[in-house]
């Protein structure tokens, strides 16, 4: 439970990608790693590494997306004291860094024309050169990339170098999201919520609630595995009965009704008449939620609506009825009177 890099998950899709990966780690070639943000990229190019016959030498990360474009080539090959302001002495690059290991270069599809330029040499021919200097070194080092761009269409576009994608791509491990990787999601949930109740040294755990479920299952997950651990990790410490299955989840933190307001814009002139016509059918068009008023049965979807907002109320107030009540604007006895209507006195 201690570990940071475990990979957890019983998906074919996910379990396809990790033994792709793991075919790929004892070749001495470039591996390039897709996926949307918190997708494990970085777990499967540690695993790469540590599979590979480098698995002692030194495993070098750089963030691409992260360094200004001023810098990036100076931190991938080091430069000499005086080749540029600052540089008040000589300094090693990743590349250098890396000898004898791995280079993981995330975010990819962030690097400058010239940095791609001097990456492809480095990787084609085993050679960097530091900024400020005429001799180049050469250096033993395993390129794996990451990014969560398209590369292919990059380079149609000639926004990526061509020549380069063709030396990066020689095996392409492709992560599945989150929303994909059926029957993982309460899988994950129930490790991150274990090893949290770990963390506040819960005498043991509870598990999930039907509602917490439910909502994990319907939530569509953009954030991927690092949004689901930071949901999970928010809702268990906040739940504040152990005893009881943890059944509140909150996916967007910044939900308030406290929310600072936004700063008026600036003030529009008025619209012509053109403007004014061309604004009267966008004031037509119909709700985004219409949709949810389609039904055939009307008491039937008002009592199913009734039910959602009792449901959702509860969790809210932590299943403390009298607070559920002042909630929602009812008396106790109102409350009790519509639990028990829906079924919902033993939730």
Known sequence: MERETQFVGESGAFLDAVEKASRAAPLDRPVLVVGERGTGKELIAERLHRLSLRWDGPFITLNCAAMPETLIEAELFGHEAGAFTGATKARVGRFEEADGGTLFLDELGTLSVGA????????????????????????????????????????????????????????????????VREGDIPVLADYFGRRMAAELEWPSWPGFGRLASEALARHDWPGNV??????????????????????????????????????????????????????????????????????????????????????????????????????????YDQLRHSLKRHDLLGS
Request: include cysteine; glycine fraction near 2%.
């Open 116 to 179: 791609q330029e001097r990456l492809l040499r480095a990787v084609e021919y085993g050679e960097i050169t530091r900024i400020g200097s005429s001799r180049p070194q050469r250096v033993d080092v395993r390129i794996v990339a990451a990014t969560n761009a398209d590369l292919p269409k990059m380079a149609a576009e000639n926004r990526f170098r061509a020549d380069l994608l063709d030396r990066l791509s020689f095996e392409v491990v492709t992560l599945p999201p989150l929303r």
């Open 226 to 331: 690092r949004e689901l651990r930071n949901v999970i990790e928010r809702a268990v410490y906040q739940w504040n009965d152990h005893s009881r299955s943890v059944d509140h989840v909150v996916f967007d933190p910044f939900e308030s009704p406290w929310k600072p307001r936004e700063k008026p814009g600036r003030v529009e002139a008025e619209p012509d008449e053109r403007s004014a016509d061309q604004a009267a059918p966008r004031a037509a068009e119909p709700a985004a939620n219409d949709a949810m008023f389609d039904c055939d049965d009307m008491k039937s979807a008002v009592e199913a609506f009734e039910k959602k907002i009792l449901e959702a109320a509860l969790a809210r107030s932590r299943y403390n009825q009298r607070q559920t009540a002042k909630a929602l604007n009812l008396t």
